[in-house]
C-alpha cells in the first residue's frame, strides 16, 4: 500500500519562505516523478511542480515559476518543495503526489496521472 505524507505547513507572512517535505512509502521510490499541488478555497486543484525519478527535469507552473523550487532525495524517499517570496494568493492546502510515470508527462497534472496522494498540508500566507 502506496503511503504518501507531507509536512512543512504553516502560517508565515508575505514575502516568507516555507518548505514542504513529502516522504513516501510503499513503492520504488526512485521509479517514480513526484508532484506538487495545491487547492485554495473555492478553487480547483492546481498542478504547481512536477520532477521526475532522477530529479533532473523540473516542471512548474507559471503561477509559482520563479519563486518555488521543487527537489528529491532518493536516499529518504522524500521530495520537497522549497516555496519562497510567499504572496497570500499562495494561501492554499498543498498536496503532495506520487505519479504513475517515472517522467514528468506533458499532462503530469492530470488526475489519471496520479497513483497516490497525501492528506494535504495547511499553508496560510498573510498580507
Known amino acids: 500500500q502506496v503511503q504518501v505524507v507531507e509536512s512543512g505547513g504553516g502560517l508565515v507572512q508575505a514575502g516568507g519562505s516555507l518548505r514542504l517535505s513529502c516522504t513516501t512509502s510503499?513503492?520504488?521510490?526512485?521509479?517514480?516523478?513526484m508532484g506538487w499541488f495545491r487547492q485554495a478555497p473555492g478553487k480547483e486543484r492546481e498542478g504547481i511542480s512536477c520532477?521526475?525519478?532522477?530529479?533532473?527535469?523540473?516542471i512548474y507552473a507559471d503561477s509559482v515559476k520563479g519563486r518555488f523550487t521543487i527537489s528529491r532525495d532518493n536516499s529518504k524517499n522524500t521530495h520537497y518543495l522549497q516555496m519562497d517570496s510567499l504572496k497570500a494568493e499562495d494561501t492554499a492546502m498543498y498536496y503532495c503526489?506520487?505519479?504513475?510515470?517515472?517522467?514528468?508527462?506533458?499532462?503530469?497534472?492530470?488526475?489519471?496521472?496520479?497513483?497516490?496522494w497525501g492528506q494535504g498540508t495547511q499553508v496560510t500566507v498573510s498580507s
Open positions: 510503499g513503492l520504488t521510490f526512485d521509479d517514480y516523478a
Open positions: 503526489a506520487a505519479h504513475v510515470l517515472a517522467y514528468c508527462s506533458e499532462d503530469w497534472y492530470a488526475n489519471n496521472r496520479i497513483q497516490s
Open positions: 520532477i521526475s525519478w532522477g530529479g533532473t527535469d523540473r
